[in-house]
């Protein structure tokens, strides 16, 4: 079964509309993060948070804001949604007492038209 | 300058045969880790197998394994007996530093396993 979850799956969104991505582990790892995955860039760490309440910025936070509300559940929500956030988002769980081995969600496919 | 360097874009093998994928790694801290994923083309992303760089043993789970070479920064992954359903683009990251969103991925190789 599936320990790390996202919604939607895929997505068409509007410039300027806000958009919200979901994402649910049962592995209870403290650690969770927001990918974004482009040809050319591979993947690329947009923010990340060490439990409840805690939200950190990754390497590309501009555009985005994370927010944490439990240990199982971790958004990834765009404001303003722009046609270069056009992407696949990938969440993942650390497991800290495994080197923080990553577990990856499906992944969400998002295209802002 | 990349951290983490893969330099085979595509292997093709036969089915059944052992496939080896390269990986370099950079870095200053005498403790890190290393890491295979797998991608396939449903675009689904699997943990496959890890080595901690103070363990001198080579990992090994199922048909997977590592070829550690400390000295030369070098983490190559090994799969024995390949199957069709082995085809998938596979990524090599490394994780140091305190910090636990220190992860740093390859470009990724693309294994085509022929029948």
């Known amino acids: 079964e599936a320990a790390v979850t996202q919604s939607p799956r895929n997505k068409v969104a509007v410039t300027g509309g806000k958009v919200t991505l979901s994402c649910n582990q049962t592995?209870?790892?403290?650690?969770m993060y927001w990918y974004r995955q482009d040809t050319g860039h591979g993947l690329r760490l947009i923010h990340y948070s060490y439990g409840a309440g805690s939200t950190e910025k990754g390497d590309i936070p501009d555009g985005y804001k994370a927010s944490r509300p439990s240990q199982e559940n971790f958004s990834l929500i765009l404001e303003l949604a722009t046609p270069s956030q056009t992407s696949v988002y990938f969440c993942?769980?650390?497991?800290?007492?495994?080197?923080?081995?990553?577990?990856f969600g499906e992944g969400s496919r998002l295209i802002v038209v | 300058a990349q951290k983490v360097t893969q330099t085979q874009t595509s292997i093709s093998v036969m089915e059944k045969t052992t496939v080896t994928m390269d990986c370099v790694y950079e870095t200053q801290d005498s403790s890190y880790f290393l890491f295979w994923y797998k991608q396939t083309a449903s675009g689904e992303i699997v943990f496959l197998i890890r080595?901690?760089?103070?363990?001198?043993e080579n990992a090994t789970v199922g048909h997977y394994s590592l070829n550690f070479q400390k000295p030369k920064s070098s983490i190559g992954l090994i799969i024995t007996a390949t199957q069709i359903e082995d085809s998938a683009v596979y990524f090599c990251a490394m994780r140091e530093g305190p910090g636990y969103q220190n992860f740093y991925f390859g470009k990724g190789t693309s294994l085509t396993v022929i029948p």
């Open positions: 993942a769980s650390g497991d800290p007492g495994a080197g923080n081995t990553l577990y």
């Open positions: 592995n209870n790892h403290n650690n």
């Open positions: 080595q901690d760089s103070y363990k001198k």
